[in-house]
C-alpha cells in the first residue's frame, strides 16, 4: 500500500500550524526554567528543574489531548475520512504530526539544557544525569501516544499520560540509588558510565520501538478507529 503523501503533508501542517503558538508558549516557560538553572544556585537550580520538568510533561500532554483525545470528542474523524486518505495515511499523518509537535520543543530544550549545563558553573557531570531524564520523558511520552492511539477511552488514554509521567519520581530515586550515576553528578567532568549507556540505550530503544510497533498495528487496519 502506497503511501498518499500529499494529504499526509497537509494533515501534519494542519496540526503544527494549530499548535505552533501553544508549543512557542512551552518553549519560552522552557528558557525561563533554563535562565534560573544557569543561575547555579541551589535555589534557583531547584525552581528551574522542576519548572523544566513540568514544562516537557505538559507539552507532552498538550500534544496528545488535542491532536488525538479532542479530535475524537470534536469527531473531526469524519472530515479526515472525506480526503482520499487511507487508514495507514492517517496513522502516519497522526504519528508525524505528534513527534514533530513534541519533538520540536523537546529537541530544543534539550539543546538548552546541555548548552547551560556546559557553558555556566554547574557540574558538567549533570550533562549525563539530564540525558537520562530527557530520556525518560521521551519513552513515557511514547508509551502514552501508543495507549492514545490504540484505545477510544478518553480515561485510560488520560490514565497512561498520568501514570506514565508520575513514574518519572521513581526514576529519579532509582538514578540516586545507584552510585556509578549519584557520584558523577557533582563532578565537573562528562564521565559514561556502562550503566547510565545501558539505561540510556535501552530507553531511546523502547521509544523507538514503541512508535514503530504502534505504526505497524494501526498501519495494517483496513478501517479508521
Not at 3 to 31: E, S
Not at 43 to 69: D, E, M, N, Q, R
Not at 131 to 158: H, K, P, Q, R
Not at 160 to 188: C, F
Request: net charge neutral; proline share 5%.
Amino acid at each position: 500500500m502506497t503511501l498518499n503523501t500529499p494529504v499526509i503533508r497537509l494533515l501534519v501542517a494542519k496540526d503544527w500550524q494549530l499548535f505552533q503558538k501553544q508549543l512557542a508558549a512551552y518553549v519560552l516557560a522552557g528558557i525561563v526554567a533554563l535562565c534560573f538553572l544557569g543561575l547555579a544556585k541551589p535555589w534557583a537550580f531547584y525552581v528551574g528543574s522542576l519548572t523544566l520538568l513540568i514544562v516537557l510533561v505538559s507539552a507532552a500532554c498538550f500534544s496528545i489531548s488535542t491532536s488525538l483525545l479532542v479530535e475524537r470528542k470534536d469527531q473531526t474523524l469524519a472530515f479526515v475520512m472525506s480526503l482520499p486518505v487511507s487508514p495507514l495515511d492517517f496513522t502516519v499523518s497522526k504519528l508525524v504530526g505528534n513527534v514533530l509537535t513534541f519533538g520540536v520543543p523537546f529537541v530544543v530544550l534539550l539543546g538548552g539544557t546541555l548548552a547551560v549545563v556546559l557553558l555556566t558553573p554547574l557540574p558538567d557531570g549533570l550533562l549525563v544525569y539530564s540525558l537520562l531524564i530527557f530520556a525518560y520523558i521521551l519513552f513515557a511520552y511514547s508509551v502514552s501516544l501508543a495507549v492514545s492511539m490504540s484505545v477510544e477511552s478518553e480515561g485510560w488514554a488520560t490514565f497512561a499520560m498520568i501514570g506514565s509521567m508520575v513514574m518519572i519520581n521513581p526514576y529519579i530515586m532509582g538514578l540516586s540509588q545507584l552510585p556509578e550515576i549519584s557520584k558523577r553528578v557533582g563532578v565537573d567532568a562528562l564521565v559514561w558510565t556502562p550503566t547510565a549507556l545501558a539505561i540510556l540505550a535501552t530507553l531511546a530503544g523502547l521509544s523507538v520501538a514503541v512508535i514503530a510497533v504502534t505504526a505497524w498495528v494501526h498501519g495494517r487496519k483496513p478501517a479508521f478507529y
